[in-house]
């Protein structure tokens, strides 16, 4: 096993590993505490259109992902405050419009591309040290903007119209907020793809939310889940010769399951105080 460390790819993965792991459980939080867990699956869409059309047109494939992704996050937001429109309907569309535009993309490519496929399904093991580089940079930012403004995204993600109505910029921390979160998505693209991305950010907040009611130890529950699965998912499909990206989100599901059979939470079947002073009451009016 020791061999593992005597090569530089397989360090480079590990340290995006554990990178990776902690960003998406960190942004996924917030999102799967506010309900909007199926904004990452909408971004990381746009995105992959922005990584064709770099492919395309010979630009920066990750630059392109980038100003997809920023792109389709402020409509999305737009549409859902000014259009009338939930988020969720407002995503499905635009994760249907930016798949559609990546399918055009690749139609219009001259020839089959390889490295498009990589960041459509993902692969640990081929970040590079640029790729290093610009998830450090990412990492930082949204880890300090998540230091700063933990409060106030707090207060918004459990009562957002109070936090509006007490002066908070609500519009300005939440882009914001949108912001990192398009740029976890985009650095994470490499190491798990299009399609399981979003599975990093939900599923390490899902599992912590089984375990406490409390945001901040929920945090370093998901924190924890989100770097363990990463890289026990990466040592995996290295000995096992299986998919990296895939690997990563079945041992994530299996901690989501751990989490959720030892969960304090669980519902049990014998009805709670409320519910039975309820019930009696009805009955006795039933009777009278």
């Given at each position: 096993m020791f061999d593992f460390f005597h090569y530089d790819f397989l360090l480079r993965s590990l340290i995006a590993a554990v990178l990776i792991g902690s960003l998406g459980a960190t942004v996924g939080v917030f999102l799967v505490l506010r309900g909007l867990s199926f904004i990452g699956a909408g971004i990381a869409h746009a995105a992959f259109a922005g990584v064709t059309f770099g492919f395309l047109t010979g630009t920066n494939p990750l630059l392109m992902a980038f100003i997809f992704s920023l792109l389709s996050t402020g409509l999305i937001d737009l549409i859902e405050r000014y259009g009338e429109l939930k988020y969720d309907a407002a995503i499905g569309m635009f994760f249907s419009l930016t798949m559609a535009l990546a399918i055009i993309f690749i139609g219009l490519m001259k020839s089959y591309n390889a490295e498009v496929m990589g960041y459509l399904f993902g692969n640990i093991l081929s970040i590079t040290r640029t790729d290093i580089y610009a998830i450090i940079a990412v990492a930082v930012v949204t880890f300090g903007y998540v230091a700063v403004a933990f409060k106030e995204l707090h207060f918004l993600t459990f009562d957002l119209k109070v936090a509006r109505a007490s002066g908070l910029p609500v519009t300005l921390i939440f882009s914001l907020f949108l912001f990192v979160t398009a740029?976890?998505?985009?650095?994470?693209?490499?190491?798990?793809g299009v399609i399981l991305v979003f599975a990093l950010i939900v599923i390490p907040a899902a599992a912590a939310y089984q375990l406490t009611h409390r945001i901040g130890i929920m945090m370093v529950w998901a924190i924890i889940f989100g770097i363990l699965s990463t890289t026990v998912g990466m040592f995996a499909s290295y000995y096992l010769d299986l998919p990296s990206g895939a690997t990563i989100v079945i041992i994530?599901?299996?901690?989501?399951?751990?989490?959720?059979?030892?969960?304090?939470?669980?519902?049990?079947?014998?009805?709670?105080?409320i519910e039975a002073t309820e019930r009696e009451r009805t009955e006795s009016q039933a009777a009278s």
């Open positions: 740029l976890t998505i985009v650095v994470s693209l490499k190491s798990v994530n599901s299996l901690f989501f399951g751990i989490a959720w059979l030892s969960s304090p939470k669980k519902k049990k079947c014998e009805p709670t105080a």
